[in-house]
């Protein structure tokens, strides 16, 4: 059974960093796309950044939404099969519900319809 438990959600002040972390299991997700979404009260889910293997060796290419380049960086480590969302210089408006969700193939997608597995999310709020 696959599962993605996400984890190192908080509380932090605006300007403060935090560190998600999505722990897969289930499958390998080496080959896969991998994605963060975020979720706010009464607003729809929206794209955070995505993580996708570029077909050949080990290399992998990022997409972050303009609202958090150069603020965030999404990453992964495969012998650990887990994916990574460094958050920095964080916002108020940042905070959300954050979601980790994984896809078959390659794709650099940011559409929710097109992945296949979701966690159930860590709250990060951030403070004025």
């Known amino acids: 059974q696959v599962q993605l438990v996400e984890s190192g959600g908080g509380l932090v002040q605006a300007g403060g960093s935090l560190r998600l972390s999505c722990a897969a299991s289930?499958?390998?997700?080496?080959?896969?796309?991998m994605g963060w979404f975020r979720q706010a009260p009464g607003k729809e889910r929206e794209f955070v950044a995505a993580?996708?293997?570029?077909?050949?060796?080990?290399?992998?290419?990022?997409n972050h939404a303009d609202s958090v380049k150069g603020r965030f960086t999404i990453s992964r480590d495969n012998a650990k099969n887990t994916l990574y969302l460094q958050m920095n210089g964080l916002k108020p408006e940042d905070t959300a519900v954050y979601y980790c969700?994984?896809?078959?193939?390659?794709?650099?997608?940011?559409?929710?319809?097109?992945?296949?597995?979701w966690g159930q999310g860590t709250q990060v709020t951030v403070s004025s």
């Open positions: 969700a994984a896809r078959t193939g390659i794709k650099n997608s940011a559409l929710p319809n097109e992945y296949d597995y």
């Open positions: 289930g499958r390998t997700f080496r080959t896969d796309t």
């Open positions: 993580h996708w293997w570029i077909g050949t060796g080990t290399y992998y290419a990022a």
